[in-house]
Each structure stands twice: as C-alpha cells, then as structure tokens.
C-alpha cells in the first residue's frame, strides 16, 4: 500500500479559533519557536479583525501576509518568502483560494501548514491538491501534501455566505456517482480500489444525506458537513487520487469551466447538478430521491437557473470526457446524443423524475 499523511490535529469545534496555539501545541510543541505568517485576503482581513488579532497574540513571532489572487505566481511569492525569512509555520485562513495558496507554498517551501477556513465551499480543506489560476482563466490542479492541522470553528462558517455552504453540501452529494465511476475505472482497468479510502468517502456521503438537521442555520447540520469535506479531503490523500470524490459528473463541471466561460457557478452545485445526469447513465433506482436531497439543501437542479442552455448542457456532456481522456467513467459507456441529453434537459426543467 502507498504511504500517505494524516494531520495531526483535526478540530472541529466551536470557538475553537480562540485557541489555535494551544490546541497545536499539544502535537506539535516546537511550533512555539518558529515563526508563523497568517496568509489571508484584505476583505476577510476586515471582516475577522478581532479573531485575526487574538490568533496573531497567540503567536509570539507572526505576521499578517495579504493575497489577492488565486494564482500559481502568487503562492510561489509566497513560498519564496517564506524560505527567505525563516519562517517555520503558515496559517491559512480563508476561503479555497487562499487555502490553495498557502497550502501549495507550505509544500514548496517544506513548512507545516495549518489549514483555518472561514467557509466550507469544496473538498479541498483537507485534500492534496491545490487549484491555482496558470495564464488567464485558467486553473491548473497541482499535487502538494494535506495541511498538517485541520481546525474548523462552527461559529466562523455559521457567518459564510449561504451559496458557498451549499456549493460544500453539493461537492459532498456528487460523491454518490463519483464512487460508482470509481468502481467502474477499477474494473475496466483491472485495478484495487483502496476499500479504506471508499469507505471514508462513502460515510462522508451519508453522514450528510442521512443527517436529520438539513438547515445552514444548525450547528449540528455545519459540524457535519465539515466533517464531510475533511473526510473527502483525507479519502483522495489515502487512495493517493482524486478519484473517491471525482467521477463523471466533475468531468461536466470541468467541461462547464473550459468550454462555457460564461457560466458563472459554483464547482460544488456544478458537479451536484452533474451528478443527476451521471445517475440517469449510471441507471441508478430512484433518481428523484437524489433530486429531493438536493431540494432539501435549496440546492436548484433547474441548469436555466444559472443560465445553461439546453445547447451549453448537450456540448458539456459530450465535452466532458475530453477534459480527462485517461479517466474511464460511465461517459464512456453512454449515448451521448443530442436526443438523449435534450431529453435529460427537459426533465431537469421540469423537474420530473422517477
Ligand atoms: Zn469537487
């Protein structure tokens, strides 16, 4: 078996920002002695004042570095920065774009990094990749390691915007399909699946769909969730591919990103919305119990809500295995035709399901 990384603190709790340091210091005492920088963006820099200060208090030797953009250039900054004044530790804190900077500059670097979100958006709080802009528009997923602290405070994601949490509750209900195509690959490719990364996959899933609270005002319903995507996260570290989270109805989100520019969407509904046309190929029973999931978490499967045409979704779908050619999923076991996806459309217009 592969060897792969756990973190060594996994917190998710409430207030918990208030004793970052301590709650390190447990694990990782040295931490003390090192220089830390807090990466974060100048709008949540405003926003989280207080708690930015009392984390920097915590930490003898901090300082605060601001990043504007995603971008592969920006995290190389960083990370030379890093080298060049000795710094030992990065926290970051923020959203995924802040995330996936401070946490590929840890890599390069060779620095421990401590992962603080402030909304839960997609799986990649604990995954070892990180998404960055390349030229343009662009976005290149480079491999790097998982943080080596996890600490989520319920208090801080109960204040993020509501369409960032269900983007995070789509990303996990896309795990559905993503595991069968999973499956699929293996078989097709006469490969194991890793069963320990499937199953934490899998719980991630049901703990979600399962989970009695469905309202972003519950923090019982936010723990959950963000116990989800770090499990989503560790699953991909554990398997070493991105394959328990991934599967054709990311391929339509990729597509989405690539080909149809101007559709502006969450990664997390794109590939929910994906994972109803990859259940239909997939003939899985009962599609109208995922599409109630959905309607459950105000997750809207109509594609005219974000302005997807009938045209943009047939092109996307037939795109979509083009955008990963080495992965198998059940794309390349389906009719792709313009009938057939017209007809997928129309039932996600209209919303009739069996
Ligand atoms: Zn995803």
Redesign the pocket.
Known sequence: MDSFHLPYNLIVEEGVFECVNEVMSDCVPEINHKKVILVTEPSLQELFADCLEEIQRDFEKSEVYLVDSGTFDVAVDLAKYVCMNGIGVIIGFGGGKVLDIAKYAAFVSKTLYLCLPTTLS???IASPVAVLGTKGDLRQTFGCKIPSGIIVDIDVIMKAPAVQLKSGIG?TI?KYTALYDWRLDARHYGKTINDFAYMISDMALTSLCYHEEKSLKSKSFIKVLAQALVM?GLAMEISGSSRP??GSE?LF?HSLEENYKEIKIT??IA?AMGSIPAAIFQDRQHIWKLVNLMKAHQIDVNPQSYGITKEIFIGAWQKAPATRKDRYTILNETDLSEKRLGEIYDNMVSGEFV
Do not use: A, T
């Open positions: 997609n799986d990649s990303d896309s989503g989270s991934s990311h989100c990664h997390g590939v």
